[in-house]
C-alpha cells in the first residue's frame, strides 16, 4: 500500500486537491518536492497549505516510515484523529487519500501476476514504438548497473582494460555455480602472463590449468598420466614458480552434478585456445558490430589432446571437439562485449560505442533460459538480445519484488485506473 500511495504522490495525482486532515484541517498539496535519496517513503521540498497557511518541508508517505524533523504533511492508508509528531516533536498534519477500487484491484493483480510473468500479455498488447520504448529503458538500466560492476573490476585491477577484459571473460566462461572460482583464477594468471606465454598453446593451458589447482594431483581426475599431462605439469611447475603463483585449492569449485563438457577443465583449454589465437582482444570486442563478428571473434577449438578428453588425465573419453561454437559465441557477445563497450564509452565519454553496444543486442539473437521460458510461454518472446536482456531486467529487478510500482508498464497501468477528481475529498 505504501508504494501505491508514493506511486500517486509521484505522479502529481494529489496536486491541486483540498483533503480533511485527520484532525479536521483543511489541506491543499501544491507541490510534491522531490524524492528523498537517503530516506525511504521521505519527499522533501514539498509544499502544502493547511487550513490556508502554506508550509514548505518534507512529506512522509506509508504509515511505517519515519516522520522527519519539519514535516509538513504524512499520507497514510488510514489516519485517524491520534495526533502524528515528527522528530521534532511538532504536530504533523495527516491525510488518507481514498483510492479508487479500480486502482486497487489493478495493483493488487499486478503483484498477484508479478512471479508468474503476468504483464506478458500486457507487453505483446502494446504498440511497438511504446513497447520499443519501455525495453530501451530497462536494457539501459541494465547496461548502468553493469557498468558499475565493470568500473568496480577495472578499479580493482588498477585500471588496466586488458586485465578486466581477462577478467570479465573467465568470469563469463564459469558460468552461475563457478564465476567466482573464475575470477579468482583470473587475478593469479593474468592477461600479462598471457601476452608473455601465448606462443605456446601448452604454456597457456598450463598456466590456466596449473594455477586453477587442476594439475599436480589436483581434481582433473585421479588416474594414470599420459604424456600430455606430465608437459602439461612440467610447464605449470616452471611457470607457477616463474610467477609466483599460488594455485587455487580444490575446494574452490564447484564440480557436483556438472555435466562433462561443462567441466572447468574444459572452459579453461577453450580459453586458452581463443587467448592464443587472438591479438588483442579488447580492441576486437570494441570493434564488434553484429552477431557476425562476436561470432568471429569468440570462435575457438580447443587443442588436439583435448578432443578425447575432458580433464588432463590418462582417461579418454568418445571423441568430442571442444569448442566456442556459435551459441557460446553469443552468450558472451551479451554478456561481455556489449556490457564492456557500454562501459568503456561511459568510461572515455565515446557516446557511439553506448549506441554501438544497443546495436550489438539487437543484432544477436535472443537467448533462451528459464529465467525467459514463462515470458516466452505466455506470448511474450523476445526477437534478439536486445529484448531479452530487457525482459531479465524486468523480471529481475521489478517482477522478483514485486516492485510494480517502480515499473514503468506497473505505472501506466495503474494511472490508467485512476480519476483525478477521486483524490478531492469535498467533491
Known amino acids: 500500500m505504501n508504494r501505491l500511495l508514493e506511486l500517486l504522490w509521484r505522479a502529481g495525482e494529489l496536486s491541486g486537491h483540498q483533503f480533511a486532515g485527520a484532525a479536521g484541517e483543511c489541506i491543499t498539496v501544491t507541490a510534491e518536492g522531490e524524492q528523498s535519496d537517503d530516506e525511504q517513503g521521505v519527499w522533501i521540498a514539498a509544499e ?48 488518507a487519500p481514498p483510492i479508487l477500487p479500480e486502482a486497487m484491484a489493478t495493483y493488487d493483480a499486478l503483484r498477484a501476476g508479478a512471479s508468474g510473468c503476468g504483464c506478458a500479455s500486457r507487453i505483446a498488447r502494446m504498440e511497438s514504438v511504446h513497447r520499443t520504448a519501455f525495453y530501451t529503458s530497462l536494457l539501459v538500466e541494465r547496461l548502468q548497473r553493469k557498468t558499475e560492476q565493470i568500473a568496480a ?14 577478467t570479465l571473460l ?13 575470477t579468482a583464477l583470473a587475478a593469479k594468471a593474468t592477461s ?3 601476452s608473455r606465454e601465448k606462443s605456446s598453446i601448452v604454456k597457456i593451458e598450463a598456466l590456466l590449468l596449473g594455477s586453477a589447482g587442476f594439475l599436480f594431483g589436483g581434481r582433473g581426475g585421479e588416474s594414470e598420466k599420459d604424456d600430455y599431462t606430465l608437459r602439461l605439469e612440467e610447464e605449470a611447475r616452471h611457470l607457477t614458480a616463474k610467477y609466483q603463483i599460488t594455485p587455487l585449492r580444490p575446494a574452490v569449485w564447484d564440480l557436483s552434478r556438472l555435466y562433462p563438457a561443462n567441466h572447468p577443465a574444459v572452459r579453461l583449454v577453450e580459453i586458452a585456445a ?32 583435448w578432443r578425447t578428453h575432458y580433464t588432463p588425465s590418462g582417461n579418454e573419453s568418445a571423441p568430442s571437439a571442444k569448442t566456442i561454437g556459435r551459441a557460446k559465441a553469443r552468450l558472451i557477445g551479451i554478456n561481455l562485449a ?34 525467459l521460458d514463462g515470458w516466452y510461454s505466455e506470448g511474450c518472446e523476445a526477437q534478439n538480445g536486445f529484448e531479452s536482456q530487457a525482459l531479465l531486467q524486468l523480471a529481475g529487478e521489478y517482477c522478483a519484488h514485486k516492485a510494480c510500482t517502480n515499473c514503468r508498464l506497473g505505472r501506466t497501468e495503474i494511472k490508467s485506473a485512476l480519476a483525478r477528481k477521486t483524490y478531492t475529498n469535498n467533491e
Request: proline share 5%; aromatic share 6%.
Open 153 to 166: 573490476t577495472f578499479e580493482s585491477t588498477g585500471r588496466d582494460w586488458h586485465q578486466t577484459f581477462h
Open 274 to 305: 581463443l587467448l592464443c589465437k587472438k591479438d588483442f582482444m579488447l580492441d576486437g570486442v570494441l570493434g564488434c558490430r553484429t552477431s557476425a563478428d562476436v561470432e568471429t571473434l569468440f570462435a575457438a577449438t580447443a587443442s588436439d589432446y
Open 48 to 95: 502544502v497549505t493547511v487550513d490556508g497557511e502554506r508550509r514548505r518541508g518534507p512529506v512522509a508517505i506509508g504509515a511505517e516510515t519515519p516522520v522527519p524533523a519539519g514535516a509538513v504533511l504524512r499520507v497514510v492508508a488510514d489516519a485517524d484523529a491520534t495526533p502524528v509528531l515528527g522528530s521534532d516533536d511538532r504536530l504533523v498534519p495527516q491525510i
Open 192 to 194: 600479462a602472463m598471457i
Open 338 to 371: 556489449a556490457p564492456l563497450m557500454f562501459a568503456y564509452g561511459r568510461h572515455t565519454g565515446a557516446d557511439e560505442l553506448c549506441d554501438r553496444a544497443l546495436d550489438l543486442l539487437a543484432d544477436i539473437p535472443a537467448e533462451r533460459n528459464k529465467l
Open 170 to 182: 573467465l568470469r563469463a566462461m564459469g558460468g552461475n555455480r563457478n564465476r567466482e572460482a573464475f
